[in-house]
Nanobody, 116 residues
């Protein structure tokens, strides 16, 4: 049974930091690229960071230099360290495979709110 459980969100002031975690069940995760996506109110869900099974990372321009994605394949967990947060980072954050269409499933996400 596939399951994705995101955690670590919260309310933080601009300039602050948060670390998100994603616990994934199912053997498919260890051999696929994983990503963190976010969706702000009124916006489409967007991919902000990805990490391949080999540990190669890539980031959207909006978070490059501020966010760091990592993974622990033994634990089937993915993390997102978010530093220098901005109000524009406010969104619900989700983890999933990259591309997400490989898996017809989304977890509940975790809310990140950055106050100015």
């Amino acid at each position: 049974q596939v399951q994705l459980v995101e955690s670590g969100g919260g309310l933080v002031q601009a300039g602050g930091s948060l670390r998100l975690s994603c616990a994934a069940s199912g053997s498919i995760f260890a051999v696929n690229a994983m990503g963190w996506y976010r969706q702000a109110p009124g916006n489409q869900r967007e991919l902000v960071a990805l990490i391949t099974s080999a540990g190669v990372t890539n980031y959207s321009d909006s978070v490059k230099g501020r966010f760091t994605i990592s993974r622990d394949n033994g634990k089937n967990e993915v993390y997102l360290q978010m530093n220098s947060l901005k109000p524009d980072d406010t969104a619900v954050y989700y983890c999933n495979l990259v591309p997400s269409k490989l898996l017809n499933y989304w977890g509940q996400g975790t809310q990140v709110t950055v106050s100015s």
